[in-house]
């Protein structure tokens, strides 16, 4: 309880900026509480005092007065209503806002161990989750609280006698009404899961279709398909059987409180107590009485939803930012870079992919990383470009550990060119040039010209303008991988670090590339996981990684000349990739 | 008109459950109205004045008994009606369900390279709710309010046909406002989900592409974009809200604005002497007895649109052809299905969207009892080879044949009781490591178990494995490493012996040692009579009778391991290249 609090307290902060329309809804209230309250009484007079003197102009008068009262309830439950979700909507898109930028300081690790979804959900079903329980749940069991001990107020005021009946009759409702939800619920929990079961089952299958069907296992797992949709069906059936009784008795126990109060009310007016007016307004208000009974579970039911959305909100607010370390020492320009002795994991449960690293690198030199998929190359790649940290022994780059410097100005020197190229859904200028201070569309041309990208855009209709879509769909994986050069060349880092792609390009293409990667090993100090020969033949260290060591170095020849499993390597490099 | 027979079909299986929800329905309803006439009769009686009533009193407490028990046959009558109706809502559920997962696992791969899983589950799930809400909910309300809106007039009529007449016109009004409301919502909420659909893009792209957002200083900028759409978002919203706050308490406050009208016209007829006050109170009782019905109305239609463009989708699954399901049963039993062995006679194979051919021309005869290697660098077509034998690519006829008879005219099971492959990408279900091995066959002893176990080399793992062969697998159980998940799959298909083996690249992830002793398991054929192995690693080779050399589609070479050795060319590069690796 005093952890919802807190949660709420959280989102009341989000509320704060738009109170003015939560003091709007809060005018409202007295007015359609008078409104609720005047409709009863309204009747208990027109039959009393206009029908019984059969005074015409009195009726219409009232009549004209309730229809008056009906219309201003109306119009103060929808401003009611309104205002309320109006100032809910404004703190949900602010607080989405807010979380959206947290997420972006979200460090890499963090999305190794959450799947995207689940954030994904956070900003989407779960805020709707809570606009929509807000607006069905608060602000319902609010309003159906105030009126109905108004009304019962007024009850009371009109006879309390015969409020008596109600109340009698109030808890053994409510008592039949919970004992039939809670049974409702089990089998209710059960369907659920039962149905959880199912589908996963189902996706399962769907996955695995190839496999089922080779091994002709087809009608095996339909088979159990069906035994699980079984169980799902047994379950809804029962919560069928309760959803019924328990919708029909709501109904139901209406008309036996009223013929109570009837019973009752026929006992007081033939003593004279009250007037039959009286009792007709009764009979009117019955009905408004049970709404809170029949909604209320219903309502903290919505409630709850909002409150554990609120809560997977929060767990993810309070996951710690990537630590942007103090402005450590600037640097300028690239000198060299040492390994000595690093190893790393990715966490500290699991096997190390790296272990007792160690080489030199110094401005102007190429380096190339050889092995086979896991072995670690690019997870050196990773600890330059401080995407992780915490590894051990020593980086130092320009002779300074790599810990002190920060990630800003590192960049600013260190360039990563990734293998799956991340793509804005902008222009082809704004995905070069990433509105860099310093970088105008003339540099962004030069740029696009120093890496060979400059061809296929002159024959896109729309040039540098053209529109990026969906990451990159409407461009070819090599186009793509030339606008991540084009994009690194423009920011004249001068170490940088070559994830090269393994995926398959056109040839003219690949050409295009080949001719870029050589101009900026021309260049550059370059560090690069390497897929093609012409890469590797052209460095001039070559580290060959098996398992998170180095296992062999040295040069193209001097490597081949030992024959060992660099050789090896090669045989699978220079084959074409992908499988059909 | 089609789809309404497609709803017949399964109704009719339930036509008597739904017939007595009908009936059901009809009493709960007459029932329900005749209660406001002993209200009426009862009010009658109070206004007669102290000395009458006192007269009347057995009569009045006649009537209010009349009251409680109609209460109490009410429920029992409309809880049967409702159970009667969601019951068979929810076996058709079910019905359909089990029909499309059936469809589903004999659909072929053409069908799945169309159809993401995500919008297969999506339709079994999601659009199967408006079938059952059709089949229950909707056909349920259909006749309640059928029923509830004959009714109700009718004996409205009976105490004052003007003053039904007149109710009349704010119902219309009411009804009018709401539909076109309703319309407006709706149009507003497609184009909100519209951009709630851009909002999860965008953030799914931001996120991917955190690093270069971060690396780039881009955050600002990115948030900025996201607050556009954000705002959008919730102006969208907005609008919504705004129209719903206004539309839905139109029709909660019907009720009153029948009142006000019963009460201002009804009164005037009440003191004309043409009414009594007992009517018009059984009067007001029938006001709110229209509302429940009439709210229903607006939804019923909203919600039989939405179950017709489910069934719609639903029919697209259910009538998806599976002709391989009515090939014509073998005369012969499967067992002697290879009897003479695998014949590939010229076979070329051109994937459905692609112009190049990937296998070019492909003969070659497999004997029983004889092992046939093929190796091939990556991307040489040695997996569309075995997709090709075992049928899970659609074969032209006249190029593979199994004793004589053409694979494509084979039923699929027969095929794949004849032909087991292990392939390369190995799938686990979430589920007991024992389950998973016994996967192709209905039922497994521990004794068989145990032999796969050892023959697939899972021995020591198993015992490391916190509950042993009950160990869970797959995406919820324990973290398995490539080469343990290729070992199962192995496993798998060496429970149950098969006329011929493939093994499409399986051994790929398993150190050199673990792959000797496998590969003498296997080699000893006690799950199989023939072996059909597919590497790039020569060591799996070279104790086959046969081997094949593949390169783009075609085979260049062709011998036993001795042969190909004494010849130049990519087998022997190959061996001499793997042999340093071997000895390492």
């Known amino acids: 309880m005093n952890k919802d609090l807190q949660l709420l307290k959280k989102f009341f902060r989000y509320l704060r900026p738009h109170r003015i329309w939560i003091y709007f809804a809060l005018a409202a209230i007295p007015f359609s509480t008078a409104s609720a309250l005047l409709i009863p009484w309204m009747t208990v007079r027109i039959v009393d005092v206009n029908l019984a003197a059969k005074d015409l102009p009195g009726l219409y008068l009232s009549g004209g007065l309730l229809l008056l009262v009906v219309v201003v309830g109306y119009g103060m439950d929808a401003f009611y209503t309104y205002s309320l979700q109006r100032s809910g909507q404004y703190a949900i898109a602010d607080m989405k806002t807010e979380l959206f930028t947290h997420c972006l300081t979200l460090p890499r690790s963090y999305f190794d161990h959450n799947p995207m979804g689940g954030t994904l959900s956070r900003m989407t079903s779960d805020m709707e989750a809570i606009g929509e329980s807000l607006a069905m749940g608060v602000l319902s069991l609010f309003t159906d609280l105030i009126k109905t001990l108004a009304l019962f107020a007024l009850l009371a005021y009109l006879s309390w006698k015969l409020t008596l009946v109600i109340m009698v009759a109030l808890p053994l409702v409510y008592f039949l009404v919970s004992f039939l939800r809670k049974r409702l619920r089990t089998y209710f929990n059960q369907s659920r899961s039962a149905l959880a079961e199912a589908t996963s089952y189902l996706t399962e299958c769907l996955n695995g279709i190839k496999m089922i069907q080779l091994f002709a296992a087809e009608n095996k797992v339909t088979r159990i398909f069906k035994g699980k949709n079984n169980q799902f069906l047994q379950a809804q059936r029962h919560s069928n059987i309760y959803d019924a009784v328990l919708f029909s008795t709501i109904e139901g126990m209406t008309s036996v409180t009223l013929a109570l109060v009837i019973w009752q009310g026929a006992e007081l007016i033939l003593a004279g107590a009250i007037t039959i007016g009286v009792l007709i307004g009764f009979m009117q208000t019955l009905n408004k009485i049970f709404i809170p009974i029949r909604e209320f579970a219903q309502q903290i039911a919505m409630i709850q939803r909002a409150l554990s959305a609120l809560e997977h909100i929060e767990q993810l607010f309070n996951e710690p930012s990537e630590k942007e370390e103090r402005q450590g020492p600037k640097l300028t320009g690239f000198a060299e870079l040492r390994f000595n002795q690093v190893g790393f994991a990715y966490s500290e449960s699991a096997d190390p992919v790296l272990k007792e690293i160690s080489f030199h690198l110094k401005k102007g030199q190429k380096l190339a990383l050889v092995g086979a998929t896991g072995s670690g190359k690019s997870t050196i790649l990773r600890l330059i470009s401080k995407t992780y940290g915490g590894y051990e022994g020593q980086i130092q780059l320009n002779g300074r550990e790599l810990k002190d410097l920060s990630k800003t100005s590192l960049l600013r020197c260190v360039s990563l060119m990734q293998q799956d190229v991340y793509l804005f859904n902008e222009s082809l200028a704004f995905n070069i040039g990433l509105e860099r201070p310093g970088i105008g569309q003339k540099e962004i041309e030069e740029a696009a010209a120093f890496v060979y990208a400059d061809r296929f855009i002159q024959n896109i209709p729309a040039g540098y303008q053209h529109k990026v879509m969906d990451n990159g769909r409407n461009l070819s994986a090599g186009q793509a991988q030339l606008i991540s050069f084009a994009r690194t060349i423009a920011g004249h880092s001068e170490l940088i670090l070559l994830d090269e792609a393994t995926s398959n390009v056109d040839s003219v293409t690949e050409n295009l590339i080949q001719l870029a990667i050589e101009k900026i090993f021309q260049e550059k100090t370059v560090i690069a996981v390497a897929h093609r020969l012409s890469t590797i033949t052209k460095s001039d260290l070559i580290l060959v990684m098996k398992q998170g060591r180095i296992i062999e170095r040295g040069t193209h020849e001097s490597l081949t000349e030992q024959g060992g499993y660099y050789l090896e390597l090669l045989k699978e490099l220079e084959k074409p990739k992908q499988e059909a | ?584």
């Open chain 2, 1 to 584: 008109m089609k789809r309404a027979r497609f709803f017949l079909r399964y109704l009719g299986q339930h036509r008597l459950s739904y017939s007595l929800g009908i009936l059901f329905i009809i009493a709960t309803n007459w029932l329900t109205v005749t209660i406001p006439l002993h209200i009426q009769a009862g009010v009658d009686l109070l206004t007669l004045g102290t000395e009458e009533l006192k007269a009347h009193q057995t009569e009045l407490y006649g009537h209010l008994w009349q009251i409680f028990w109609l209460a109490l046959v009410i429920i029992v009558v409309r809880s049967l009606s409702r159970i009667l109706f969601f019951n068979p809502g929810r076996a058709i559920e079910f019905e359909v369900k089990n029909e499309l997962f059936t469809k589903l696992v004999h659909l072929q791969k053409n069908y799945y390279d169309h159809n993401t899983t995500g919008s297969v589950i999506s339709r079994v799930q999601n659009d199967i709710t408006g079938l059952r809400l059709l089949c229950g909910f909707v056909l349920m309300q259909f006749f309640n309010i059928l029923t509830a809106l004959s009714f109700t007039p009718y004996k409205m009529w009976t105490i004052s046909p003007s003053l039904t007449l007149y109710a009349v016109i704010p119902i219309a009004l009411v009804f009018l406002a709401v539909r076109m409301g309703m319309k407006v919502v709706v149009q507003y909420s497609e184009g909100r989900q519209g951009l709630l659909q851009s909002i999860s893009s965008y953030i799914v792209a931001s996120l991917t592409g955190m690093d270069v957002i971060k690396g780039y200083h881009l955050t600002r900028w990115t948030t900025d974009r996201f607050e556009e759409t954000n705002q959008a978002f919730l102006q969208a919203s907005l609008k919504i809200s705004f129209v719903r706050s206004f539309l839905i308490p139109i029709l909660n406050n019907l009720e009153n604005i029948l009142k006000v009208m019963i009460l201002t016209l009804g009164g005037w007829t009440v003191i004309q002497g043409e009414m009594t006050i007992g009517g018009l109170t059984a009067f007001m009782a029938y006001g709110a007895l229209l509302t429940l019905p009439l709210t229903g109305l607006g939804w019923i239609s909203t919600l039989y649109q939405q179950a017709m463009v489910g069934v719609e989708s639903i029919e697209t699954i259910l009538k998806q052809e599976t002709p391989h399901l009515a090939r014509p049963a073998l005369t012969q039993p499967p067992a002697e299905l290879f009897a003479q062995g695998l014949r590939v006679k010229n076979l070329s194979y051109t994937y459905p969207n692609s112009q190049e051919p990937v296998l070019k021309g492909v003969s070659f005869y497999l004997r029983p009892g004889e092992s046939l290697g093929v190796l091939g660098q990556i991307g040489s077509g040695k997996t569309t080879l075995v997709n090709c034998l075992n049928h899970y690519l659609e074969v032209q006829p006249g190029q593979v044949f199994l004793s004589g008879h053409d694979i494509s005219q084979i039923p699929l099971e027969a095929l794949r009781k004849t032909i087991k492959t292990v392939t390369q990408d190995v799938f686990l279900f979430s589920d007991s490591l024992q389950n998973n091995i016994a996967f192709g066959v209905e039922q497994l002893t521990p004794k068989a178990l145990e032999r796969v176990i050892y023959e697939s080399a899972l021995e020591e793992e198993i015992e490391r494995f916190p509950a042993g062969v009950e160990t869970l697998v797959g995406e919820k159980g324990i973290m398995l490493s490539g080469g343990q998940k290729q070992r199962i799959s192995l496993a798998r298909a060496l429970v149950e012996p098969a006329p011929l083996l493939i093994l499409d690249n399986v051994l790929s992830a398993v150190d050199y040692a673990t792959e000797r002793f496998l590969l003498e398991q296997i080699l000893q054929r006690r799950a199989c009579q023939s072996l059909l192995i597919v590497s790039h690693r020569v060591q799996a080779l070279e104790r086959c009778d046969q081997i094949l050399v593949l390169h783009e589609g075609q085979i260049v070479d062709q011998g036993t391991h001795s042969e190909l050795l004494t010849r130049p060319g990519f087998y022997q590069q190959t061996w001499q290249l793997q042999q340093g690796k071997e000895n390492e």
